[in-house]
């Protein structure tokens, strides 16, 4: 059994985690708001860390989420992003922790996959302050890492893909309801491929790197074993509601027109949208597989996929 604190522990991830964690290991937690948690020994503020007990490890999940709206203030990406990963690294490295695990994301590697998929050798080109305050947190546990393995402590980053699971609310959510109304999806033309993450594999995999030994610091990418398309996902969202959503395949000459058409319009569909709503994003989880000794992620795409929609019933 390892103590485990969790930074974020209020939120999706964190709390999917105490769910999964806490009949095997005891979880603290590190939050801005400090409410009483059913499975967690005791929630911590950021002005705390000389009151948190020894633990065994660390998982930062707190951090400030990606806008798609870019409504947020740049700044405040690098404040949060950055800044807090700054300072609970410092903490780790003064504390008998011995594992540090840090959620980035495949948004700081790329923000479109360059080729077939998308690998940890890439030189990372993020666009945007989202991915660039999570470049920049990456870039200082790096340059301190010497510090931590003279230490002897084992420091993860990792990049998952799109992490789903129950009780996510995210633009998975959102394309769920449009379906369940059996809205018409136009854009069936595009055979496009993404990966996803499930929350029960990264669930898995982050207690693997926890408890196992061995395993190599560095970075590594965690996504599902095979991605999805997007008409495979609408499919699965009609299996789910029990309406079948209708596929349109229309001309990819006639959408482009469209988004062209909408982009001077200000309509909700522009060149920018169209791409991002039909490009390919397909991630390689090998790396981790082969450090954990797995040949396949517990859960499949399609059972993960199955799991979080059902949830939003």
Known sequence: MKRILITGINGFVGTNFTNSWFKNHTIVGLDIHQPEKKDVEHIFGWDELGKIPPVDAIVHLAGKAHDTKNQSVAQSYFDINT????????????????????????????????????TEDIEPRPVGPYGESKIKAEQYLLAKRHEADNLQKNVFILRPCMIHGPGNKGNLNLLY??????????????????????????????????????????????????????????????????????????????????????????????????????????????????????ER????????????????R
């Open 177 to 294: 309801h449009v379906v369940s109304k059996g809205v018409p999806w136009p854009l069936g033309a595009y055979e496009n491929r993404r990966s996803f993450c499930s929350i029960d594999n990264i669930s898995f995999v982050v207690e693997q790197l926890i408890v196992k030994e061995g395993v190599e610091s560095g970075i590594y990418h965690v996504g599902d074993d095979d991605p999805l398309s997007t008409n495979e996902l609408i499919g699965l969202i009609s299996e789910s509601v029990g309406k079948k959503s209708p596929i349109w395949k229309l001309p990819k000459a006639l959408m482009d027109t469209a988004a062209r058409v909408g982009g001077v319009l200000h309509l909700p569909l522009n060149k920018v949208r169209l791409q991002k709503l039909t490009e390919n994003y397909v991630v390689s989880n090998d790396k981790i597989k082969r450090a954990l000794g797995i």
């Open 83 to 118: 800044g807090l990963t700054q300072k609970i690294f410092d903490y780790f490295l003064q504390s008998e922790a011995r594992t540090f695990i840090f959620f980035s994301s495949v948004k700081a590697a790329a923000d479109s996959v360059p080729g077939d998929v998308l």
């Open 297 to 312: 992620m517990p859960v499949s795409a399609r059972e993960g996929m199955r799991k979080t929609l059902e949830s939003f």
